[in-house]
C-alpha cells in the first residue's frame, strides 16, 4: 500500500544538538515527499520538498534528500533551537495531489 | 493575501447535531481539502476538490459531506455528529500541478 512511517517520539534535545527524524515510505512510481511543521495551536508550514529522487529539500537549516534506494526521506539539522519546538510531519503525494501522512514527531528543544 | 482561512475555530456539538466548517482562500487555487488530525495518526484526508463543481471522497470520507460552487470556498458538513469526530480539522488548498498545499489554521471541534 502507500503508507509513510516516522520515527516514533516525542524527541527532546539540548540546544545546539544535532537533529535526525526518520521517515520512510512505501509506493509505487516517485511521489513527491515533504516535511511539514506545526507550532503550537498553529496549522502546519510548508518546510521543505523533494520531487525526484536524489534532490535535497531545504529551508531554514533543516535538509532531506529523497533516497529512493532506501525509500527514505530523513529530516537533519545540525544544531537545533528552542524555536525549532514542534511537531514534524513527513508525507507523501499520491495521485489527484493527495497527501499521506506520518504520525507526527513532537521535538523539544530544551535551553 | 489571507491565505486559507478557516471558522469557527473551536466548536463543541452534541451527538446528532449538524453543522459546516467554513473554509475560504483568496489564492484563486483550484486544489482544495480537508483533514483530520488525531493524536497519534498524523493528517487523514476526508474529501478533497480538483475544481469548482468537482468533489471526490479522501480516506475517511464517511459522515461528512462538501460541496464546491466556488473557487473560493470549500464547507464542510457534518451530518450527525458522532463523538468519533472529534478532532482538529484542517483545510488545505493549492494550484493543480504544483507541489506543496498551503493550510489553514484549523478547527478544533468537540462532539459530547
Request: aromatic share 10%; with cysteine.
Amino acid at each position: 500500500g502507500n503508507s509513510v512511517t516516522q520515527m516514533e517520539g516525542p524527541v527532546t534535545l539540548s540546544e545546539e544538538a544535532f537533529l535526525t527524524i526518520n521517515c520512510t515510505y512505501t509506493a509505487t512510481g516517485y511521489p513527491s515527499l515533504f516535511w511539514y511543521v506545526q507550532y503550537p495551536g498553529e496549522g502546519l508550514q510548508l518546510l521543505l520538498k523533494a520531487t525526484k529522487a536524489d534532490d535535497k529539500g531545504s529551508n531554514k537549516g533543516f535538509e532531506a534528500t529523497y533516497r529512493k534506494e532506501t525509500t527514505s526521506f530523513h529530516l537533519e539539522k545540525g544544531s537545533v533551537q528552542v524555536s525549532d519546538s514542534a511537531v514534524y510531519f513527513c508525507a507523501r503525494e499520491t495521485s489527484g495531489s493527495r497527501l499521506t501522512f506520518g504520525e507526527g514527531t513532537q521535538l523539544t528543544v530544551n535551553p | 493575501n489571507a491565505g486559507v482561512t478557516q471558522t469557527p475555530k473551536f466548536q463543541v456539538l452534541k451527538t446528532g447535531q449538524s453543522m459546516t466548517l467554513q473554509c475560504a482562500q483568496d489564492m484563486n487555487h483550484e486544489y482544495m481539502s480537508w483533514y483530520r488530525q488525531d493524536p497519534g495518526m498524523g493528517l487523514r484526508l476526508i474529501h478533497y476538490s480538483v475544481g469548482a463543481g468537482i468533489t471526490d471522497q479522501g480516506e475517511v470520507p464517511n459522515g461528512y459531506n462538501v460541496s464546491r460552487s466556488t473557487t473560493e470556498d470549500f464547507p464542510l458538513r457534518l451530518l450527525s455528529a458522532a463523538p468519533s469526530q472529534t478532532s482538529v480539522y484542517f483545510c488545505a488548498s493549492k494550484n493543480n500541478g504544483h507541489v506543496g498545499q498551503f493550510f489553514g489554521p484549523g478547527t478544533r471541534l468537540t462532539v459530547l
